[in-house]
């Protein structure tokens, strides 16, 4: 394998060959290394100074189940920490197949709408001015009809184009379209300063991946297919529901964010639970299950119809219809798939997006709950960049200093996502302190707090939260290296042969000795030097709490505040 490296300065491009301590990382690991080597922490993150690192994970691009994650890592415009991003899609296996290790974007461009196009020859640039200000979906079906039906496609939309730093990047996934995405930490404005619009990936005449031992590699993919299958939420309720199963879980656990974290319950939160929208999709000819990526078993997707039997939007997801339902109090699954829409088409995060609504809502221009409202800001100011647009897209934390709100529910920049910190305390923890800012996916406390997977500590109490976020910190950085879905993590939590599995097949296809402690050495790697860059970049103990209002107000229904004291959160990197 290669690295791949693209000088948007100069417009030059070439390959390297892989420093001899890159080539056991992969995924986020090997993105964290090159941004903690390459790029100094104090830069402004959309200056020509600041790095893109796409990495596909170990095991892509091989038939391991759920594999076809990638990450892309850079300094993030929102957080102004180091961020990795991580998206499903068909990037991460055609990458793999095409002996991409890592494909390393820096400089900028004074030309914009750059494509760079990648395939078995190499890579080269291309303008096409054509692709300006146009959406991801636009963007896809004229690079199809340039470079081939079959070619995946990583783009960036208006809101990148604008320099938003809620922007994403858009890959699109099995059907062709742009709606899986790097979403958090804005890293679509990064891409946009430095010029590049898209990113083609044709891996037709590839070489493929190569397997040390073959039969080796069969025998444990086939056992931890099995393990993931045979587990209740990765095997059934994530495939039958979606991700959005979490809606009427939360709710009853008293977990569900609404009216901008003031109560833990929404009282029609079942209109856009995953039940309803399972419901609403079959009665419309849509797909209630649907694979992000090649190889995924576990099909937490959906495509989403709207009343007329329409292709609306696909991959609506609990923390989407979480952002702009019960956070902005609408209750109109339609309306929240129309939103979602928009914010694949013109690149936006919906979390980012949805929490910024929901502080807008906050101040005299916006009632709560006010969806024709929401509607009109996309169409109207979002799209065209209008100063209010660029402020929405620009997110919450943006909104709080220009308005003058102090209710602004982000950690390091970030917003804080679906699951209120006060009633999930474990997942409070791993807000509060990630590298990542507030990241639920980083380390996922849900699982043993309200779901009793891999144990079960009482999510109402500080006990044990601080050691649960840590584990599952280090953890998730680990598997955010292998290129496996986040949601294998079920199965491994709950099956002690998963993660031998998971180290059998990197075994054999790469010929190494690891065992599953090296894992945990490799998961605790990764947060030391992310902790350690953003360290360099000013961040200090204080960037590491959560807004005060979750300290002083109780929240409903369980009266419960966030209790977990200062020298406790900061016992979370103490490994």
Request: hydrophobic share 35%; proline share 4%; aromatic share 8%.
């Amino acid at each position: 394998m290669k690295i791949w490296r693209v000088d948007l300065s100069n417009h030059k491009v070439a390959q390297e060959e892989v420093p001899e301590k890159y080539q056991p990382l992969g995924g986020r690991a090997l993105t964290s290394q090159v941004i903690y080597d390459e790029v100094d922490p104090t830069i402004h993150p959309l200056s020509d100074e600041n790095k893109l690192v796409f990495a596909p994970g170990l095991l892509s691009g091989t038939r391991a189940p759920s594999s076809g994650r990638i990450s892309v890592g850079s300094v993030s415009p929102l957080t102004k920490g180091i961020k990795e991003s991580n998206s499903g899609g068909t990037a991460s296996q055609d990458l793999a197949k095409l002996g991409v290790k890592a494909l390393i974007v820096e400089g900028s461009s004074e030309i914009d709408n750059l494509v760079l196009v990648i395939d078995k020859d190499g890579l080269r640039l291309e303008k096409d001015e054509s692709l300006k200000g146009l959406g991801n979906y636009d963007v896809g079906d004229k690079l199809r009809n340039k470079y081939g039906d079959s070619v995946t496609v990583v783009s960036i939309g208006p809101a990148g184009e604008y320099k938003m730093t809620a922007a994403s990047i858009a890959v699109t996934d099995t059907d062709d379209r742009p709606v899986r995405a790097f979403g958090r930490g804005g890293l679509g404005a990064v891409m946009g300063a430095k010029g590049l619009k898209a990113i083609v990936i044709n891996d037709e005449g590839s070489s493929g991946v190569n397997l040390q031992n073959e039969d080796a590699f069969k025998e444990a993919s086939r056992k931890f297919s099995k393990i993931i299958l045979g587990h209740p939420v990765s095997g059934e309720a994530l495939r039958t529901y979606g991700t959005a199963v979490l809606i009427n879980i939360l709710n009853e656990a008293g977990g569900l964010p609404t009216k901008n974290f003031r109560t833990g319950r929404f009282d029609t939160a079942d209109k856009t639970s995953g039940e309803t929208m399972t419901e609403t999709i079959k009665e419309r000819g849509g797909k209630p299950s649907h694979a992000c990526h090649p190889g995924c078993i576990m099909g937490c997707s959906n495509v989403y119809h709207d009343e007329n039997g329409e292709y609306l939007t696909a991959g609506l997801e609990y923390e989407t219809i979480w952002a702009f339902g019960a956070q902005c109090e609408i209750d109109d699954l339609d309306y929240i798939a129309y939103f979602d829409r928009y914010c694949d088409d013109i690149g936006l995060d919906t979390i980012e997006t949805g929490v910024s609504f929901s502080v807008y809502m906050e101040t005299d221009f916006m009632e709560f709950g006010d969806k024709e409202e929401v509607k009109r800001i996309f169409d109207e100011e979002i799209r065209s960049g209008t100063p209010l647009g660029q402020i929405i897209g620009s997110g919450a934390d943006n909104i709080g200093r220009v308005f003058g709100i102090d209710r602004v529910p982000t950690v390091k920049g970030q917003s804080i996502p679906a699951y209120d910190p006060r009633a999930v305390k474990g997942v409070g923890v791993t807000y509060a302190t990630s590298t990542q800012g507030a990241d639920h996916t980083a380390g996922y406390s849900v699982t043993a707090n309200i779901l009793k997977v891999g144990g079960e500590i009482d999510p109402l109490k500080k006990e044990g939260q601080v050691d649960l976020s840590r584990d599952l910190q280090v953890a998730t950085a680990a598997i955010d290296t292998t290129g496996l879905c986040l949601f294998v993590a079920f199965a491994v939590l709950d099956n002690e042969d998963a993660l031998p599995s998971i180290v059998d097949m990197i075994n054999a296809q790469y010929g190494t000795e690891l065992n599953v402690d090296d894992v945990s050495k490799l998961g605790k790697q990764i947060l030391k030097i992310e902790r350690e860059f953003n360290e360099k970049a000013g961040f200090t103990k204080a960037h590491d709490r959560l807004p005060k209002f979750f300290k002083s107000e109780k929240l409903p229904p369980h009266n419960v505040n966030f209790d977990l004291e200062d020298d406790k959160l900061d016992e979370t990197y103490k490994f």
